[in-house]
């Protein structure tokens, strides 16, 4: 079904297409990720136990010609910790000067690994080259990720790299989501936190999906915040990686995705600065002469990138748009729909 206000909205308040019934246009179609079904998932309560399952799947995986996506966090360095000797795949932002540290961090663990090191260098020439081919295969605009793991993809194929390693889904299941996992959320308050960007303030012709949220909420005006992040933050995530990897004709593996916590997640240690506590907990045996780093997002400079951009121009946008109150994050949404919009509308045909 073609509903092109809905999947703008919706593209601008989850980074996604939520329902998977619409389409922006004729001839696009998107598919949203596919849930790992209940009795797939690993459970573990343990650092141990999560190290036992990464082993248990990857042991399999080793015949095969290896890479990973290797970050300077926990998630990817901890998997680089079972896969000695392969080739490993690092961003290289702005000529290396941006977030320079990570950097640093993602060329210990190489090293500790024993890993050939590839780097994979991303300005906005790259991503300007690559994020039309990712949006015609997804059929809408994407995530600020996903030009450069496309980007990381193709270059690891051209390697002969045969199925590609990621840490992605740490954050999902182990509490790595720390500012939403923040405080117990009253309802309103949480679709205004959880939404990028609201589409009224936007779109001329926007629709309202807080609909989405109607079957978290719970009694005395609360929401059940962990079960929403569980549905929706995972699926948006998880689909980004896959559609970068798909359109390179790459396979890749996350070792974290198919986890779950066997007892409830503990709040009170993630609010007290300890999130993904049994992430933690394992880095500090697998590394144990240097810190455990902080958690930080995968970096893309939007910030850079869009500093002195104006702001959408098409009919669809409203036009009394401040942009300096912007992000760079949701600036990249603007831009993304926007030129998304231009490639496929049909008035442009």
Not at 9 to 19: D, K
Not at 166 to 186: A, C, E, N
């Amino acid at each position: 079904m073609i509903d092109t206000n809905f999947c703008m909205s919706s593209y601008l308040a989850f980074r996604y297409i939520i329902e998977k019934q619409y389409d922006f246009f004729e001839g696009l179609h998107h598919e949203n990720y596919p849930s790992v079904l209940e009795n797939e998932m690993k459970l573990v309560g343990t650092a141990r136990e999560i190290d036992a399952a990464i082993e248990e799947q990857i042991a399999p995986l080793r015949k095969k010609k290896c890479g990973i996506l290797l970050s300077g966090g926990m998630d990817s360095a901890i998997v680089a910790s079972y896969l000695p000797g392969i080739d490993a795949y690092t961003f290289r932002f702005l000529g290396g000067e941006y977030q320079k540290d990570e950097l640093e961090r993602a060329q210990y663990y190489a090293k500790q690994n024993n890993m050939r090191l590839h780097y994979v260098d991303i300005d906005w020439s790259v991503i300007d080259d690559c994020l039309d081919v990712i949006m015609q295969r997804k059929g809408a605009p994407v995530h600020s990720i996903e030009p450069q793991i496309y980007a990381a993809a193709k270059q690891a194929k051209n390697d002969g790299i045969e199925l590609m390693f990621i840490g992605d889904g740490s954050d999902y299941v182990f509490g790595g989501m720390d500012g939403l996992l923040s405080k117990d959320w009253d309802y309103d308050a949480w679709i205004r936190r959880f939404i990028y960007l609201n589409p009224e303030e936007i779109l001329r012709n926007p629709v309202d999906v807080t609909y989405v949220f109607e079957k978290y909420k719970r009694a005395g005006g609360k929401v059940d915040f962990q079960k929403c992040m569980d549905d929706i933050a995972t699926e948006e995530s998880y689909g980004s990686y896959s559609n970068a990897f798909e359109t390179a004709g790459l396979a890749y593996f996350d070792p974290y995705a198919i986890m779950k916590m066997s007892q409830p997640l503990d709040l009170k240690r993630v609010r007290n600065g300890e999130s993904k506590y049994l992430i933690r907990e394992l880095f500090s045996t697998k590394y144990p002469d240097i810190p455990v780093p902080n958690k930080l997002p995968m970096p893309r400079p939007v910030d850079i990138y869009f500093a002195n951009w104006e702001g959408p121009k098409r009919k669809e946008f409203r036009s009394d748009l401040n942009m300096s109150s912007f992000s760079g994050n949701q600036k990249w949404l603007l831009y993304c729909l926007e030129r998304f919009l231009n490639l496929y509308s049909p008035e442009n045909k």
